[in-house]
Each structure stands twice: as C-alpha cells, then as structure tokens.
C-alpha cells in the first residue's frame, strides 16, 4: 500500500495564476485533510473532509477550495495564487475521530513569486 | 478552541542521553488523545506516541516516553539514549475524543550532537 500520496511534490508559481494538488490514499479512509505548514506556526488545518461528498472549512480557509472526488481522492485549489500561500502542503488521511492516528503524504513545497 | 505550545524552538542533547520535549496545551473537553509526531528532513510525518487522556499511565514506545499531567494540562516528550536518526522537527498534537480535527503545537527542533 502507498498510503497518502500527493502530487506534486514541488511547485512554482507566479502570482495569480491557479493550480489544484492532488491527493489520494488506498487505506479506505473516511476523513482527508490539507494542512499547510509555515515556520514557526507548525501545521494549520486549511480544509477537512469527514466523509465522502462533505468538506468543511479548517482553520485558515480562505483562498482555497476543495473536492472530495470520492473516498480515495481530496485536491487542494488555489484559485489565484499570492505570495503569502507560499508553504508546504499536506495531505493527510484518518480512519476515524479520536485515536485514530492521521496519516500524511510526502508534502508539497510551493513558493510563489 | 483548543490550542497546543511548545515552548522550545529548538533543543538540543548529545549522542546517547537524555532530552525532553515539552507541550502544554488548552482545552476544555476532558476526553481527548495526545499525539507527538516526528518530521525529519525527508519532511514526512512520523507518528512517535499517542496518549489516550482518560488513562492515568503513561505512554512508552522504545526509547520514547511521556509525562503526561493532565491537571496541568502538560504532555511532554521523553527521548532515552538519544540517537543521531532523532535529530527532527517533533510537533506535539491534540485532538477531541469525537472531533476530527488534530490542532497542532509549532514544533521544536531537535539536533543531535555526535
């Protein structure tokens, strides 16, 4: 199994300009989740999928959209790319709530220029 | 709403002892898990140890332990006979019995010394 697996793993982009991330597991997951990860801050939640077909807003939102394609498949979008999107992205997935551990793919690095 | 600290930035320890990691965190839920995850410089997240809050003892994997104090709402990170493979960014987290969301502490970085 690979896991949670997210594409791509570098990108650049000029301010402005759009791009979707993609995500995927193979571990039957019901919820997925994109972080973004900056210094200092460690990870913030931008967006959560509980269960196929819902998503819900995390904690830094805005300037993102979501979709939850299926149960194996959650992308990222940033419409109109800024500056201060520049981070690292990940995906993660979870079986369930409470002790269920979450499980993350490799991180996108993406700086915009 | 839930928040996690970790009040080192940074630490270090030589080869072969001891250091710990410390979080605290503020909630008012009083079920609820305890994570610490392990990013090295491959930036994949590695989950360490998990901490149920309704259990009174305290979770050991290996060399990894926890002090957890729940009173004192404080969850720190033990790491014995330190090895050079440790040397990560360690991110302390916590999250709801019923909530999906894991909030997450800033992370300490921890260099190993040869």
């Known amino acids: 199994n690979a896991g949670v697996t997210q594409t791509p793993k570098f990108q650049v982009l000029k301010t402005g300009q759009s791009m979707t991330l993609q995500c995927a597991q193979d571990m039957n997951h019901n919820s997925m989740y994109w972080y973004r990860q900056d210094p200092g801050m460690g990870l913030r939640l931008i967006y959560y999928?509980?269960?196929?077909?819902?998503?819900d807003k995390g904690e830094v939102p805005n300037g993102y959209n979501v979709s939850r394609l299926n149960k194996r498949e959650f992308s990222l979008r940033l419409e109109s790319a800024a500056p201060s999107q520049t981070s690292v992205y990940f995906c993660?997935?979870?079986?369930?709530?409470?002790?269920?551990?979450?499980?993350f793919g490799s991180g996108t690095r993406l700086t915009v220029v | 709403a839930q928040t996690v600290t970790q009040s080192q930035p940074e630490m270090s320890v030589q080869e072969a002892e001891t250091v710990t990691l410390s979080c605290t965190y503020d909630?008012?839920?009083?079920?609820?898990?305890l994570f610490w995850y392990k990013q090295p410089p491959s930036r994949q997240m590695i989950l360490v140890i998990r901490q149920e809050a309704y259990k009174q003892q305290n979770a050991t994997e290996n060399r990894f332990s926890v002090n957890f104090q729940k009173a004192a709402k404080s969850f720190s990170l033990k790491i014995s006979d330190s090895q050079l493979g440790d040397a990560a960014m360690y991110f302390c987290?916590?999250?709801?019995?019923?909530?999906?969301?894991?909030?997450f502490g800033p992370g300490t970085r921890l260099s190993v010394l040869p």
């Open positions: 993660a997935s979870s079986a369930g709530t409470g002790k269920k551990s979450v499980g």
């Open positions: 999928s509980a269960s196929e077909g819902t998503t």
């Open positions: 987290a916590y999250r709801f019995l019923y909530g999906q969301n894991f909030v």
């Open positions: 909630t008012s839920e009083s079920d609820y898990y």
